[in-house]
């Protein structure tokens, strides 16, 4: 019983928090709670295909970095310092949260080293799935445009079309094959 009080406290917090953060926002930069909740649906429906929950943390923390730099270069003027690290911060936590809520998978990893039990080189360590895939999604999304740039020069400036697309969703797809064969 305690459990699931908890549990409701949690969620409802973290709505309390997501309508906070719509209100106090002007209707421009406002994260998109549909979007949230597709997105939610769409992770609900490939866990039931199967698909890991990591590999569902990937594209969902990818989803959240991109929602929060369009959210970023559609203010046309920078209103506090640091906005746009902030507004891409807010957009990965505000569908983050809410979702590893629901999304509970752990992977445990077991580190024997040396010392004894408990000791930092001899104990278990778990780990969320989701939060690690969206973390690695949210990277990977981070990282494309620089390597994007970094082809076009290799390539004399000569790009191909759609090419930062397609460089993302390659290494978003690898990304997920290789979490999919080692996180099982």
Request: hydrophobic share 55%.
């Amino acid at each position: 019983m305690r459990k699931s009080i908890s549990d409701i406290g949690i969620v409802f917090g973290g709505m309390a928090l997501v309508l906070v953060s719509i209100i106090a926002l002007p209707s421009v930069s406002a994260h998109c709670p549909l979007c949230t909740m597709g997105a939610v649906a769409a992770a609900a429906g490939a866990s039931a295909l199967g698909v890991s929950n990591a590999i569902v943390g990937i594209f969902i923390g990818a989803f959240a970095v991109s929602m929060g730099w369009w959210i970023a270069n559609r203010l046309k003027k920078q209103y506090i310092p640091y906005q746009k690290p902030i507004l891409i911060i807010s957009s990965y936590l505000l569908t983050i949260i809410p979702v590893m809520v629901l999304i509970q998978d752990y992977y445990a990893i077991f580190i024997s080293w040396g010392g004894d039990y408990g000791s930092l080189f001899n104990r278990t360590y778990i780990f969320s799935k989701f939060l690690v895939g969206s973390i690695v999604g949210g990277a990977v999304l981070c990282i494309t445009p620089w390597l994007s740039k970094q082809l076009t020069h290799y390539r004399k400036e000569k790009m191909v079309p759609y090419q930062g697309i397609i460089l993302t969703f390659v290494v978003l797809i690898i990304m997920s094959g290789l979490f999919q064969l080692f996180l099982k």
